[in-house]
């Protein structure tokens, strides 16, 4: 029996997540008394791994399988734990993961928990707590299968090191053509900025911003922390940024630890997209914009006057603390 960590990686290096997932694998497989074993696709650096409580890494190597394609990567995770008698798979909640996690769990007849914000409530039966309704809520759930899949939520369990002697294997699972049914022909990427799946601090615009010509408040701010760049929908529909930074129910999901919302309402379908994030920092001239009522810290003010006083500040305080 063993634990087994699917891990997402880009151009041969782990995402962030892959350190969570294998942090929480370690933990479970402590708990079952067993190990965690991780499998990576093309990875250049697998022992890395090691850093995270992972005692074997299974690096496939195998230019059909460099970009996600969610039946072959499902194929090969699933002869993986036939290979290693996995009964738990710890797997993250990113798109791309959550999209292979429904075909892995057919392949398995397993039972499937996405979402998951803590370690095991118990183990017998693997019970779990998980947030729904677009995290306004948690819920207890078990899985009573006898292999599970476990989603853990970005930023929820965390990083946490545990340095293991780890064995790095080739791993050769039989691919047919047919598994990957789709294939990438090219992919265009956005580079050289944190992406607001990885990013620890998410600054976001809304509508309270006026114009796109004064989007350069947001990337100064994030440029000196260090954040991704989002925005609330009207903005991308307006075509003042890119949909690709669209956040909330009908965007991408936000679970950074800190998401500052600048001249952002706080609408419903807003805050469903970025309710778990940590801390969420809300700057509106409007001390009734509902986002304050989910807000941990809020500054009622023109961003136009706050922003500007706030990279000042932080530029001096980097500068003292160089
Ligand atoms: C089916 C459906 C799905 C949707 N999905 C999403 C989604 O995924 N994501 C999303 O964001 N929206 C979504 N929406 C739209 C959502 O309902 C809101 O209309 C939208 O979030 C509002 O965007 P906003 O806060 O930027 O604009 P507004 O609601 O216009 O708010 C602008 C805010 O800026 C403040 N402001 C104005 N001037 C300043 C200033 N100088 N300084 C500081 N603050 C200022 C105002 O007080 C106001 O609170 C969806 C709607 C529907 C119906």
Redesign the pocket.
Known sequence: MSVLVYTESENGKFKKNAFEVASYGFMLAQELKTVAIAIAFNVENPEELGNFGISKVLNIKDANLTNFNANAYAEAVSQAIAQENSKNIIISSSTDTKYMAGILAGKLNAGYCPNVVAAPLNTEPLTLKRTVFSNKGFATTSIDTDIGIIGVSSNAFGINENKTQTEVLEFNPNIEGSDLGVSSVSIDKVTGKATIADADIVVSG?????GPENWSLIEDLAEVLGAATAC????SDLGWRPHSE??????KPVSSNLYIA?????????L??VNSSKVKLV????PD?P?FKAADYGVV????EVVPELIEKLKEFKAQNA
Do not use: E, M, Y
């Open positions: 809304g509508r309270g911003l006026k609330s929908k009207p903005v669209h956040v909330g129910q009908t965007g600048i001249g952002i309402s706080g609408a419903i379908q807003h469903a997209g700057i509106n001239t409007d914009a986002f003010g023109d961003a136009f």
